[in-house]
Nanobody, 120 residues
Framework: QVQLLESGGGLVQAGGSLRLSCAASGRTFSSDAMGWFRQAPGKEREFVAGVNLSGGTTYYADSVKGRFTISRDNAKRTVDLQMNSLKPEDTAVYYC?????????????WGQGTQVTVSS
């Protein structure tokens, strides 16, 4: 079983940047596609970004393309999300996710989430 622990959330002004990090423990990390999802108050959880096993292929929601970058380091067992040009609508709890599948993005295991708040 893989456990995920997110860090890096916080409060930032619109236009600013944050970097989220997800540390994984367990046996299957390097064999799972990984991703980030988010959930804003009153809304359903939505896909943000994903990365394949090697880190060579990435996927993004249209709303974050060109602003967010996902990366993974299999040796360190981490998945990062660099978020630039943040907007108030990016405010949400961000979840690291494992064994992500497409085309309808879903995941099989989750971290506990980290809050990102973007002020206008």
């Amino acid at each position: 079983q893989v456990q995920l622990l997110e860090s890096g959330g916080g409060l930032v002004q619109a236009g600013g940047s944050l970097r989220l990090s997800c540390a994984a423990s367990g046996r299957t990390f390097s064999s799972d596609a990984m991703g980030w999802f988010r959930q804003a108050p009153g809304k359903e959880r939505e896909f943000v970004a994903g990365v394949n096993l090697s880190g060579g292929t990435t996927y993004y929601a249209d709303s974050v393309k060109g602003r967010f970058t996902i990366s993974r380091d299999n040796a360190k067992r981490t998945v990062d999300l660099q978020m630039n040009s943040l907007k108030p609508e990016d405010t949400a709890v961000y979840y690291c996710a494992g064994r992500v599948s497409w085309p309808a993005p879903r995941a099989e295991y989750w971290g506990q989430g980290t809050q990102v708040t973007v002020s206008s």
